[in-house]
């Protein structure tokens, strides 16, 4: 595709359900990155892929917050029983690799609210 | 510990005003800094990027090593400006960018 592109776009859910949050990469892009953005907060980093190497999850905020990327494309994070405070939007981006000089491109983002 | 900060949340200027952006950071090596620019109902992208010394729709940023800034200047604003702009920094061998609050820039005409 021409661009990163996420799915769903928005999602209502109930506290404590699970939720998965899909994005495909910038074909040949083999760094992905998950953010999340709320309001007055920023953007903050989840987690980061690069190839076959191990992921940096340093800012995944709890251990209801995972994510795989399968065959070095798709990538899926999962919130296991969500909160309220888990309500953001959840963005992923790709680039070619995670090297400096590389642009780094963002999906429109997965709208999550708990209710 | 890297960090960045944007120290106006909102930001209103008249069309044709001069517009400064702050972006403050905090990180010990050499970084690489950028701006993101994200419009109404469009994704995140990217405006500049301070090893590019480029101008981009009028907007230039200085890395100022002493200061520790990377301020977001353009001498005069148009409407289309309006935004929600976020400075972001990218430490020395590292692959995640670390961003900072966010200004909402709104360009009165």
């Known amino acids: 595709g021409a661009g990163v592109s996420q799915s769903p776009s928005n999602k209502v859910t109930e506290k404590g359900k699970d939720v998965e949050l899909r994005c495909d990469p910038i074909s040949g892009h083999t760094a992905l990155y998950w953010y999340r953005q709320s309001l007055g907060q920023g953007l903050e980093f989840l987690i980061y892929f690069q190839g076959n190497s191990a992921p940096d999850k340093s800012g995944l905020p709890s251990d209801r917050f995972s994510a795989e990327r399968t065959g070095g494309s798709v990538s899926t994070l999962t919130i296991q029983r969500t909160q309220q405070e888990d309500s953001a939007v959840y963005l992923c981006a790709s680039s070619r690799t995670g090297s400096g000089g590389n642009t780094i491109y963002f999906g429109e983002g997965s709208w999550l609210t708990v209710v | 510990a890297q960090r960045v900060t944007q120290p106006e949340k909102l930001l209103s200027v008249f069309k044709g005003a001069p517009v400064e952006l702050k972006c403050n950071y905090s990180?010990?090596?050499?970084?690489?800094l950028f701006w993101y620019v994200q419009y109404s109902r469009q994704r995140l992208q990217l405006l500049l990027r301070h090893i590019s010394r480029e101008s981009i729709k009028g907007f230039t940023a200085d890395l100022n090593k002493g200061e520790t800034s990377f301020h977001l200047k353009k001498p005069f604003a148009q409407e289309e400006d309006s935004a929600m702009y976020y400075c972001?920094?990218?430490?020395?061998?590292?692959?995640?960018?670390?961003f900072g609050q966010g200004t909402r820039l709104t360009i009165n005409p």
């Open positions: 972001a920094l990218k430490g020395q061998g590292a692959q995640k960018l670390v």
């Open positions: 990180y010990s090596g050499s970084p690489e």
